[in-house]
């Protein structure tokens, strides 16, 4: 980590860039040294990539989720929404508290399941959001 924050502290607002190398040391070996792309920490991965900017759009983002996620719904939805609800809920946790060891949201084998929850969410929130809203025929005249 400490290779990340000497990075970040480069650019802290914006991040280094996707594309951008974090150069490391090994503890205790100073002749073994190395440049790689990746972090093994991925809050790490974003705050570097994309800087404070982009790590408070991504946990704005997922806490907005969560908001969604926990609310109670009217007794009108369907239990299969709940149900539904609940599971891209329980990838959502996963993919949060599984970023804590790797870039596991931006590896190639769960980026696109966590993509596809994330995309889901939206689309069900979209959904429920327009059926509570009143139409207008429930509106009083």
């Known amino acids: 980590m400490q290779?990340?924050?000497?990075?970040?502290?480069?650019?802290?607002?914006?991040?280094?860039?996707?594309?951008?190398?974090?150069?490391?040391?090994?503890?205790?070996?100073?002749?073994?040294?190395?440049?790689?792309?990746?972090?093994?920490?991925?809050?790490?991965?974003?705050?570097?990539?994309?800087?404070?900017?982009?790590?408070?759009?991504?946990?704005?983002?997922?806490?907005?989720?969560?908001?969604?996620?926990?609310?109670?719904?009217?007794?009108q939805i369907p239990l299969r929404i709940l149900h539904l609800r609940e599971s891209l809920l329980a990838l959502l946790l996963f993919g949060i508290l599984s970023f804590t060891g790797g870039p596991t949201f931006f590896q190639f084998t769960s980026s696109s399941l966590l993509g596809v929850d994330l995309g889901a969410l939206g689309c069900l929130w979209s959904i429920l959001s327009s059926s509570m809203q009143p139409s207008e025929s429930s509106i009083p005249a």
């Open 3 to 75: 290779s990340i924050f000497a990075t970040v502290r480069q650019h802290p607002i914006l991040g280094a860039g996707m594309g951008a190398d974090v150069n490391y040391v090994v503890d205790d070996h100073p002749n073994l040294f190395n440049t790689t792309p990746y972090v093994d920490n991925g809050w790490g991965f974003v705050l570097l990539k994309m800087g404070l900017v982009g790590l408070l759009l991504f946990l704005a983002l997922i806490w907005k989720f969560l908001r969604f996620a926990v609310r109670p719904l009217p007794p």
